[in-house]
């Protein structure tokens, strides 16, 4: 069968990698990949241009599409594939909700009465700056509601600090609609699922480190790495969350309509008051992906297949862990300048790439996140020191990652 897979980064990198394990694939697509995706064939278009995406899956008669980006899926891409009778495995436009309106989330949060942080919603940035400025506690995180180039997630550590946010937000975009939820610690993890209508199959559990410094001080990312499973958390709390928050909420989409299929994953934090939602997801996460998939021993397109065809998949898991180590261009996430050509000399574990093009026979960073080191072992402290070793070939001065992943 022939597979199309949207989007560029990381993430597709790795569902490639799975795809291509698959005796079921005979042909992989990327749409429109990067230049180190060479076990599939590139296509050059536009990937929000989603009519030229469905003509393209017509024309070459793609048996199953994958999507990675949010803002595809928010899109509508299902939508119009199904109108066509083309098989992708993703959520439809209104069913994105999940992930690219944070207020109907907590809404829908709220009528299930899933427990997630604290928030207040505003649209006028007067209200907004006025009640900022009230605020005794910090930190606070101040989110944005709907999808953002740079995630539309704050952390606000003063009231000068909330007041510029919020001031940058709206100058960006006058009609702006914001949530100033509650700052909470505790152990971190996200559980991924396969979804058909109402049924769930969860898949792993990953840690991700969002934060650019090791001491978690730092600036708001896309993500610095991931190590997957994870420490400390137990099987109970893990079957918690299944059975009281991610159950009902694909029972709560299927009532309501939205009749979600493809990738639901939760954010989800156990604080001393108990398990908190963060936030729902409507895909693979990025880089939570490159270290779950390459822990899947069963075959990766099967088991989606499996789903959308209202069986039971078979879904086999390595005992090994896996972490992985993202290298970044300095300056990121505020400025993403760095253009440097990379020190690609061969290593002896994964790499997953992210921003990097090609001129001239050399491949250069695009700024932002570059390339993710993964290694599985036996233990943490194994993965962690083969994946270090690596990427400390790769790091030059134009570089850098956080030293602290996989650590609990």
């Not at 009230?134 to 606000?156: C, Q, R, Y």
């Not at 009231?159 to 919020?166: H, R």
């Not at 709206?170 to 152990?187: A, H, T, Y």
């Not at 109402?198 to 001080?217: A, C, H, M, N």
């Amino acid at each position: 069968m022939k597979v199309l897979i949207v989007g560029k980064g990381g993430r597709e990198h790795a569902m490639l990698k799975a795809c291509k394990k698959s005796n079921l694939v005979e042909k992989i697509y990327v749409l429109p990949g990067n230049c180190k995706m060479e076990d599939a064939t590139r296509v050059d278009i536009d990937m929000y241009d989603i009519e030229k995406v469905k003509n393209f899956a017509i024309k070459e008669n793609i048996d199953l599409t994958l999507v990675g980006p949010s803002d595809v899926l928010a899109l509508g891409i299902k939508d119009e594939f199904d109108k066509v009778g083309l098989n992708i495995f993703a959520p439809t436009k209104s069913a994105t909700r999940i992930e690219s309106s944070r207020y109907f989330t907590k809404q829908l949060m709220e009528k299930l009465k899933i427990p997630t942080t604290k928030y207040v919603v505003f649209t006028d940035r007067e209200q907004t700056l006025k009640f900022v400025s009230t605020l005794e506690k910090f930190p606070v995180t101040i989110k944005i509601d709907s999808l953002s180039k740079n995630l539309g997630i704050f952390i606000a550590r003063s009231n000068k600090m909330a007041n510029d946010i919020v001031n940058e937000i709206f100058d960006e975009n006058e009609n702006s609609k914001i949530l100033v939820e509650e700052f909470v610690m505790g152990k971190e993890f996200s559980i991924f699922t396969l979804v058909k209508n109402e049924k769930i199959y969860p898949l792993q559990i990953v840690k991700d480190y969002k934060r650019t410094s090791d001491s978690e001080d730092g600036e708001h990312t896309g993500g610095m790495g991931a190590c997957s499973p994870v420490a400390k958390v137990t099987d109970n709390e893990i079957e918690q969350v299944v059975e009281k928050i991610l159950k009902p909420m694909a029972k709560s989409m299927y009532e309501d309509g939205y009749g979600f299929e493809g990738f639901l994953y939760g954010e989800i934090v156990i604080t001393q008051d108990g398990i908190k939602v963060l936030s729902f997801n409507a895909r693979l996460g990025d880089p939570e992906a490159e270290v779950l998939l390459p822990r899947l021993k069963s075959d990766f397109v099967q088991n989606i297949l499996d789903v959308m065809n209202g069986k039971e998949p078979e879904i086999v898991w390595s005992d090994d862990v896996c972490v992985g180590i993202v290298l970044a261009s300095n300056g990121y996430p505020s400025k993403e300048k760095c253009q440097d050509k990379m020190k690609l000399v061969p290593v002896d574990n994964d790499i997953c790439f992210m921003g990097v093009e090609e001129k001239e026979g050399e491949i250069f960073a695009k700024g932002g996140r570059n390339l993710i080191v993964t290694a599985m072992a036996k233990d943490f402290e194994t993965a962690r020191e083969l994946a270090y070793k690596d990427i400390e070939k790769l790091k030059t001065d134009s570089f850098f990652y956080r030293e602290d992943i996989g650590k609990f």
